[in-house]
Each structure stands twice: as C-alpha cells, then as structure tokens.
C-alpha cells in the first residue's frame, strides 16, 4: 500500500519489473552483508569450571530453569551427582542425584521432572532404576521395575494423542512395569505404563533398541515418530524409523539402511530451511534413506526422502538442534563426525542450506546434545559433551553459543521497533550527499550519501 501510494518507481523513472528488480538485489546484497557480519560467540566464562568429572548428554527444560544430565558428578563448582538445576546464575543438585552411572535423558512432565538412564537407583529411593521422577524436592519411584542389567532408556518425549499427555519412554528395555509387550517404546500416564502396539522386532540377535522419540505434523496430523536399531515394529516393516498415530504403527517409505548391526537413528528435529518443514533424522552409519544415498542424515517431508548435502563420512550424529543464531533459524549437528564430503568438521555443524559447515573449528571431543534456553538474558543454545573446548574456547562438557547482535533493522530510524511512514520521513528530510558521514543514519548503505538505494532498504524492511 505505502509503494502504491507514494509511487517511488515513477519517482525515479523505473519500470515496475526494473524497481522490482533492484529491489531484489538489493534486499539480496544487504543480507548477505548482515550475515557476514553476524558471527555467534561461545560464551567464554560458562563452560568453566564446568563439569569436570564427566560427559554432559542432555538437557531439559523444567518450571522455566533448565537442568542438565550425564555422568558428571559436580557442575559449575557445585556437587551434583549426574542432574543439576541452573537458574540463570548458577548450578543446583537435586538432592543426592543418582547413583554410579549415566543419565542420558530427562523431561519435564506432570509438574514432575523425568530421568532416564542407566543408572541403579536416584536418591537412594527403592524402584527407581533406570527411570524416576523429581517432584521438586525428593526422588519417587514410577514403578518402572527395571532393576535388571540389559534394561536400559535412552529418550523421553510428551506427546498428547488424543487421550492427554503423556510420558513416551524409549530405549532397550523388555515388560516394563511387568507388563507384557511394553518393551522398547512405552506410553505413561502419570500413573500407568501401557504398550503400543507389539514390540519392535529384528532378526534373532539383532540388537534392538529404541533412542528417540519425537511428536511431529507431516501435514495430516500429529504423530509420534520412534527411531532407533530395529527392521519392524507391531508387525510393519519399518526400517529404523516408525510413526505412531495413536492408534497404528507405520513406516516411513522405505526407511533407512545400513550395516545390519549399526546402523541407528539416533534424534530427530524439524526443521523449515525455506522450503518447507520437513523431519531431520540423523544417527549412526546408515548410507541410505528410501534407497537414495544419505550419509548419517536424511530428511522426510511426509512422502519422501531426500539427503542433507553430502551427510557425514565418519562417526555418529548424537544430537539435532534448531538455533536462531542471529542469521535466522539453523540447523545444528552433534556427535563424533569428523568430515562431510571433503569439508573438515569437529562434532559441531551448521547446515547452510547448501552444506554442513564448521563451527567455529568444532569441539576436540565428542558433542552429543544440546538445547534452546533463555535464562533471563536472552535465548542461547546449550551444548553438551564429553570436550574441553569448543571452537577454541575453554569448556568443559559444556558449552554456551551466543547470537550474534545486529544493530537494528535497516530502515527503523527513529528505533521504535517498526519501520513506517516516520522513518521514511526521517530519511527524505535527509535525502543527497550526507554533510558529515559519521552523522547521517539515513545513509542505510553506507555510500555517504542518501539516494534510491537507502529508500529501498527502508521499505524493504517495512512493517
């Protein structure tokens, strides 16, 4: 309406196609600028002391703090046995935390914070191996009975299908709570586990194991989707990756393929890259996915699949994560990788649409998960690992990455948080060559003067 009206095209002599086409290159060349100067920073103070002890493997977030879990044993300079609370300032234990091994998931649940893991009991409560609960205070069982050896959880999702929300639990585990056929993937209520469907399935001896879970709309209706180490699943073929209506399991087209023994979905994350939104499943040593090449990562738009770029050559992809990171929505990996095609990468990546790049050199160790967060200064990305730093700076399993600041939109003069009709006036009360350059905000392009080109920023920003 504001071009409509105002008609800058015959102010300048333009053709509506030639103004629409400087506008676009343009518009074009002011972003890449932005992007150029937009670099995220780790943070270079909360990595340390960090947690010394033991990997970081996953975060949650609870009553608006975030919590972290793994195997560490003190955080931040504070003890906390495998679970701890940061409140923006500094970190917290939940009580005496767990007992002697691994934590490798948690959510947030019920008012209550969920663990999951490997771990023999949590605050020394009977029946909370492998999975218990936080109320806020002490540790409760659930029930789960999953005292045994083998049984082990890798991933908690909520998920609502149509009867309420409830807790998905995830891993190598067979009868949980006793109960026949909950094995590897399981619903609960808050009070009750119950099964979905019949077990997953694979050829004798395969090794059969669920690692994530995750509630996603392919367009025609949310979905739970599991994936992991298995070839069926309540009797669906269904390679490695499955959908969970509520009701019935489905398979993803073809799936994925790979060394019968490893290859596994490790996480999973939606993810629009302009395109659309679309399912990013990454994970271990699968090189297909619908019987087209994709090294470690692939994507499913709810029909097909497609590969993301070259993929990783080597190691696992623990972890997917979507960042603003100051150049708008990204899509970050983590794990053991070392290469994609013929680009250098150290466990930390950033796809920009073309290609995985490197962030910043990557971790020299391993990075598996991490988490979108803002604890009162505003949203970060949280990461966690088994490293001592990350792109060269010092943390210890855990890390912080900062977005980059711009200053401003192009275009708001008046800083108001808009750009409208008062900074366009701002900028014709301005127009020629700029009397003092270090003195003339007008000049949106720095020429040092304020022409066409600065009016074409200001109203491609409008609004």
Request: a negative charge.
């Amino acid at each position: 309406m504001l071009m409509a009206s105002l008609e800058p095209r015959a102010a300048f002599g333009m053709t509506p196609l030639a103004f629409s086409a400087l506008l676009a290159v343009t518009l074009t060349a002011t972003t890449a600028a932005i992007a150029d100067d937009c670099t995220p920073v780790w943070d270079q103070e909360f990595g340390l002391p960090g947690a010394p002890s033991s990997v970081v493997f996953d975060f949650a977030e609870h009553n608006d703090e975030l919590y972290a879990v793994g195997g560490f044993t003190s955080i931040g300079g504070v003890a906390a046995n495998r679970v701890a609370r940061w409140n923006g300032n500094s970190w917290h234990a939940l009580g005496s935390g767990l007992s002697n091994s691994d934590v490798y998931g948690a959510a947030s649940f019920g008012g209550d914070l969920y663990v999951a893991g490997y771990f023999d009991s949590a605050g020394g409560t009977p029946g909370t191996a492998k999975l218990a609960r936080w109320n806020g205070t002490t540790w409760q069982s659930v029930g789960a009975q999953l005292g045994a050896f083998f049984n082990q959880l890798w991933g908690l999702a909520t998920w609502d299908d149509g009867n309420g929300e409830a807790l998905y639990v995830a891993g190598n585990y067979v009868n949980i709570a006793g109960i026949p056929d909950a094995s590897f993937i399981t619903r609960y209520d808050g009070t009750t586990f119950s099964a979905l469907g019949a077990p997953i399935g694979g050829p004798p001896d395969f090794p059969l194991i669920v690692f994530s879970v995750y509630p996603w709309d392919d367009g025609s209706g949310e979905a739970l989707y599991a994936g992991g180490r298995f070839l069926n699943v309540d009797g669906v073929p269904a390679n490695r990756i499955a959908r969970w209506d509520g009701e019935n399991w489905s398979a993803l087209g073809a799936g994925l393929d790979g060394p019968l023994g490893a290859s596994s979905v490790m996480d999973m994350v939606a993810f629009d890259d302009g395109t659309g939104e679309q399912l990013y499943v990454a994970g271990q040593a699968f090189t297909s996915a619908g019987g087209e090449t994709a090294l470690r990562v692939a994507r499913w738009d709810g029909s097909n699949w497609s590969a993301v770029g070259a993929g990783f050559a080597d190691g696992i992809v623990w972890g997917l994560q979507v960042f603003d990171d100051g150049q708008g929505p990204s899509l970050y990996a983590f794990g053991t990788f070392t290469a994609s095609g013929s680009t250098p990468l150290n466990g930390v990546a950033r796809w920009n649409g073309t290609g995985w790049e490197s962030v910043g050199g990557g971790a020299n160790g391993s990075a598996y998960r991490a988490i979108v967060h803002d604890d009162g200064a505003g949203p970060a990305m949280y990461v966690g690992g088994a490293f001592t730093s990350i792109a060269g700076t010092p943390s210890n399993r855990i890390a912080r990455l900062i977005p980059c600041e711009r200053d401003g939109v192009p275009g708001d003069l008046n800083d108001d948080g808009v750009v409208n009709v008062f900074d366009l006036l701002i900028l014709l009360g301005e127009w020629g060559p700029c009397a003092d350059p270090n003195a003339c905000p007008a000049d949106l392009d720095n020429s040092g003067g304020v022409n066409v080109f600065d009016l074409l920023l200001l109203l491609g920003n409008w609004g």
